[in-house]
């Protein structure tokens, strides 16, 4: 049993505790009462092919670092976040190996205006029409963890429901079968599930096989600015960053740095790039 099937295994029973106490026809009202969801591919793309944009992750513990930082109040969390420019926020919700919880979507989701991701292990509708009625604007569909026709059907769905998905590849075969599913938003997570290291490196050995088109997102193994400013070089339009905000003690600074340093590599980028395609 690998720790995604591990994870995935609680993920199932919790989410059967849940459809009992709550049936899919009472969320289906709640969601007609709920306002649209925001246009997070507009947030993500940023205003100009020169930004990185960072998702600023709600993250109090994970399986490959045990407990990160209580985060007595998510909502002042993501309101620094914002304040320093994040275009998005992720906010994890899956319970026993995380310690999120849909209590901390909904308190962010009262806080603060920029779309808001609910990171969780996606395996059932049931999870997008709840996504949904707690106000986020975008669900985690990993690639891995989902048959073809799962991939299809969740993000049809996710669109019909007005929101857009982070479809998230581990592998070149897995970025093709993000593609081939319609994906608009592609998310490389750099961490092994097997061993749950992360691996900066292996965003840059994918890069000849990302897609033009969807919005490019860099996942996890960021420590410092300069990690940022290597993702944006190497074709990243976005990076999320949970464990090194949540320990920083002063988050709102730090998106801002991660911002600047992503800046400056992108313009190099973009030089290359364009050198390259004799523009
Ligand atoms: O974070 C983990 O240990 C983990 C283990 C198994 C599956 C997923 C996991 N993390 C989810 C994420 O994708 C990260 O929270 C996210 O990319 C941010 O990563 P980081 O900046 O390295 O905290």
New binding site residues.
Partial sequence: MT??DD?IAGVREDLEERRRAVSLDELKDRVSSVSPARDAVSALRGPDRDTVEIIA?V?RA????GD?NGIPEPATLAHEYEAGGAAAI?V?TESR??KGSLEDLDAVRSEVSIPILR?D?TIDPYMIWEARAHGADLV?LIVAALSDQELHEYLELTHRLGMNAIV?AHTADEIERAVEAGANIV?V?V?N?KT?E?DKTHFASLASHLPEGPVIIA????AEPSDVADYGRQGAEVV???????RHSDPRDAVGEFKNQGRKARAAYWEEKDARDGR
């Avoid at 999320?240 to 949540?246: F, K, N, P, W, Y």
């Fill in positions: 720790v995604l994870i992750e993250k994970s399986p490959s670092a990160l992720s994890l190996r995380f990171k292990f985690l998230e998310g997570n961490r599930l749950l992360t996942e996890s193994g960021v999320l960053v949970g464990e090194a905000l949540v």
